[in-house]
Nanobody
Framework: QVQLVESGGGLVQPGGSLRLSCAAS????????MAWYRQAPGKERESVAT???????NYADSVKGRFTISRDNAKNTVYLQMNSLKPEDTAVYYC??????????????WGQGTQVTVSS
């Protein structure tokens, strides 16, 4: 069994910062790509940022220069540092991790989601 546990969401004023964390635990042979997605009310879930096993990153245009994705492979954890937050960043944020849970068996796992609300 694999579990992803997210933390770090909350209410923040425009211009503020938050740091999300997502820790994977359980039966883990190895981890490949790690990513953050978000879903705002009435909208489709969208990719926010991804990081490869080698540390290569990609960002949605809407968050470039404001968000930073990083990972700690020793802790099986991915982070999302969010700065200069805007009201339009309000959404439920989900981590997604590609995990080899047994030999040569790869699956994508989702976190439970954490609410980020940007409002004055």
């Amino acid at each position: 069994q694999v579990q992803l546990v997210e933390s770090g969401g909350g209410l923040v004023q425009p211009g503020g910062s938050l740091r999300l964390s997502c820790a994977a635990s359980g039966s883990i042979f190895s981890i490949n790509a790690m990513a953050w997605y978000r879903q705002a009310p009435g909208k489709e879930r969208e990719s926010v940022a991804t990081i490869s096993s080698g540390g290569r990153t990609n960002y949605a245009d809407s968050v470039k220069g404001r968000f930073t994705i990083s990972r700690d492979n020793a802790k099986n954890t991915v982070y999302l540092q969010m700065n200069s937050l805007k009201p339009e960043d309000t959404a439920v944020y989900y981590c997604n991790v590609a995990i080899e849970s047994s030999w040569n068996v790869w699956e994508n796992f989702w976190g439970q989601g954490t609410q980020v609300t940007v409002s004055s």
